[in-house]
T-cell receptor
Framework: SQQGEEDPQALSIQEGENATMNCSYK?????LQWYRQNSGRGLVHLIL?????REKHSGRLRVTLDTSKKSSSLLITASRAADTASYFC??????????????FGKGTKLSVIP | DTGVSQDPRHKITKRGQNVTFRCDPI?????LYWYRQTLGQGPEFLTY????????KSRLLSDRFSAERPKGSFSTLEIQRTEQGDSAMYLC????????????FGEGSWLTVV
């Protein structure tokens, strides 16, 4: 089952604009990670935010986490054509049984038009 | 290249045949994961190894699927008596031990069952 749900499912923007993707999840988490996937390729890790963090930056990426609303957002500033890809959030659920599986959403497909 | 390596990258097989995928994790990572991803979906967890011990298995992992990690290094995922519904990308990932660590994915192995 997929816990995370990304919104929107697809996003098309012009190069230079900012792109915002949202992720909602259902259960308590240890951390949340964002990944990028180019068509037909593996997943590339972008950023990890822990449950006790509210915001994190990495280059042109900004991630927020609101555990009270069980939601996260990924902002890509000054987008480039090379940012065209699918973006997934993945939750590392808190489990007393010590589960280590990430649970992914269906992803947001971002198209950046040159 | 010291990333997660998967082989083969693409496999076309006839229904009923057996297939085996290999994964070489990042050398210092003792955790290894297998995920499956179908078109338009996020990856779904299949199984997890800590060193050579298989500690978690998803209910998605039917008895036709078997994964091994002899000596705690590389891993193999075998699918017996393949069905068309097995067509997917099989992703391997690895991470260091400890909580909240980034999980690194390989490029995936595409399986097409005809």
């Amino acid at each position: 089952s997929q816990q995370g749900e990304e919104d929107p499912q697809a996003l098309s923007i012009q190069e230079g604009e900012n792109a915002t993707m949202n992720c909602s999840y259902k259960t308590s988490i240890n951390n949340l990670q964002w990944y990028r996937q180019n068509s037909g390729r593996g997943l590339v890790h972008l950023i990890l935010i822990r449950s006790n963090e509210r915001e994190k930056h990495s280059g042109r990426l900004r991630v927020t986490l609101d555990t009270s609303k069980k939601s996260s957002s990924l902002l890509i500033t000054a987008s480039r054509a090379a940012d065209t890809a699918s973006y997934f959030c993945a939750t590392d659920p808190y489990s007393g049984a010590g589960s280590y599986q990430l649970t992914f959403g269906k992803g947001t497909k971002l198209s950046v038009i040159p | 290249d010291t990333g997660v390596s998967q082989d083969p990258r693409h496999k076309i097989t006839k229904r009923g045949q057996n297939v085996t995928f290999r994964c070489d994790p990042i050398s210092e990572h003792n955790r290894l994961y297998w995920y499956r991803q179908t078109l338009g979906q996020g990856p779904e967890f299949l199984t997890y190894f800590q060193n050579e011990a298989q500690l978690e298995k998803s209910r998605l992992l039917s008895d036709r699927f078997s994964a091994e990690r002899p000596k705690g290094s590389f891993s193999t995922l075998e699918i017996q008596r393949t069905e068309q519904g097995d067509s997917a990308m099989y992703l391997c990932a690895s991470s260091p031990s400890g909580s909240g660590n980034t999980i690194y994915f390989g490029e995936g192995s595409w399986l097409t069952v005809v």
